[in-house]
């Protein structure tokens, strides 16, 4: 393959990264050599919910480390420079490609789990997580510098569920966040390539104990998917989790994003599905309540709950070809 062609495979597998409300925040470029450059997409962040970028951060965060896992994917070593000029700091990461090494087993297994992983909203099927499924995933969150805080005490299993109701409810009574959400939430039917379409989320909400509410994507439309069977009250709200780093620095964020891709591709070869709530992480009294009451002084980016579900979500990505430019191009910006 010329570096071109890698170029391009690496990109058209990074795009289906997780982003929040699916806002693909990230723009590539390439000088044509074996090297590419991901830039955050600056227009493309929530100026209302995530008006420091660390959503976007972590997004792009995420589509870097599943652009690395493609070069391993192909044989290749790739060499990141996280954050490489402090004068741009839109510059999230330069990745090179010169050495080769096969890729392992478990490289290739969580390969295979890029375009098929989905974000789960709703419930979860009762069975337990595969034993030492846990803890492969708090492995994958340190290996990229971040931790995974499993919260299983009930009391505190229940705060942070508290947390996230409390975040939906505010967020659901303020307009510019709710036309926010507008931009990115089309109706059903639509050719959009970006946002969060109603084939990715429940028309009806699954309650469990306790309620980890989910957005409100559908805006009181009555889109989403139907209930796959009918409605028991064996559902369960999964293992609930925090995704922490030691400090917030944007640098924290890229890794904190990388930790998270890294994690739900390690659950999906468990056989395992993520659902996540970043609600209370855009409120800044009530991150700070996770930080010191939930998080144990670690700063918190996420809500993550596990476990096993039967999922038919579908999402949608831009085309490669819409966000990967030549160095220099005309929507490329500042190489
Ligand atoms: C930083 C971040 C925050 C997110 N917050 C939420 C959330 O609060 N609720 C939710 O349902 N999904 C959330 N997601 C998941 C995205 O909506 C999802 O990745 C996107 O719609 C693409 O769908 P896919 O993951 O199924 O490919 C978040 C993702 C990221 C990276």
Not at 9 to 24: F, G, I, L, M
Not at 58 to 87: E, K
Not at 262 to 285: D, F, K, M, N, Y
């Amino acid at each position: 393959m010329t570096a071109e062609e890698i170029a391009r495979y690496v990109v058209a597998r990074a795009v289906w990264a997780p982003s929040v409300h699916n806002t693909q925040p990230w723009r590539f470029t390439t000088d044509g050599g074996p090297q590419i450059s991901l830039h955050a997409d600056v227009g493309r962040r929530l100026a209302v919910a995530d008006p420091d970028g660390r959503e976007m951060m972590i997004s792009c965060g995420a589509a870097l480390f599943t652009a690395r896992l493609a070069l391993r994917a192909l044989g290749y070593v790739p060499q990141t420079r996280v954050l490489p000029d402090p004068g741009q700091p839109t510059l999230v990461a330069r990745v090179s490609w010169r050495e080769r090494a096969a890729a392992d087993e478990f490289e290739r297994r969580l390969s295979g789990h890029v375009l098929t992983r989905r974000t789960h909203r709703g419930a979860f099927d009762p069975e337990p997580l595969p034993p030492d499924t846990l803890a492969a995933l708090r492995a994958a969150a340190a290996r990229e510098g971040a931790a995974l805080r499993i919260v299983a005490d009930d009391g505190r299993r229940a705060a942070l569920a508290a947390a996230v109701q409390t975040a939906e409810h505010e967020l659901r009574r303020d307009g510019e966040r709710l036309r926010e959400l507008a931009r990115w939430t089309p109706a059903p039917g639509s050719a959009c390539r970006d946002g969060v379409p109603a084939t990715s989320y429940p028309a009806r909400a699954e309650r469990t104990q306790p309620y980890f509410p989910g957005r409100d994507f559908a805006r009181g439309h009555g889109w989403g998917m139907p209930a796959l069977g009918a409605a028991t009250s064996h559902r369960a709200a999964g293992v609930a989790g925090l995704l922490t780093t030691a400090a917030d620095r944007p640098a924290d964020w890229v890794n904190a994003g990388q930790a998270l891709q890294r994690i739900l591709l390690t659950a999906s070869t468990c056989g395992a599905a993520v659902a996540l709530h970043s609600q209370p992480l855009e409120l800044p009294w009530l991150r700070e309540f996770i930080r010191t009451q939930l998080g144990d002084g670690a700063c918190p980016h996420l809500v993550l709950r596990i476990g096993l579900v039967t999922q038919v979500a579908v999402s949608v990505r831009r085309d490669p070809d819409d966000v990967l430019f030549p160095m220099g191009g005309d929507r490329a910006g500042p190489g």
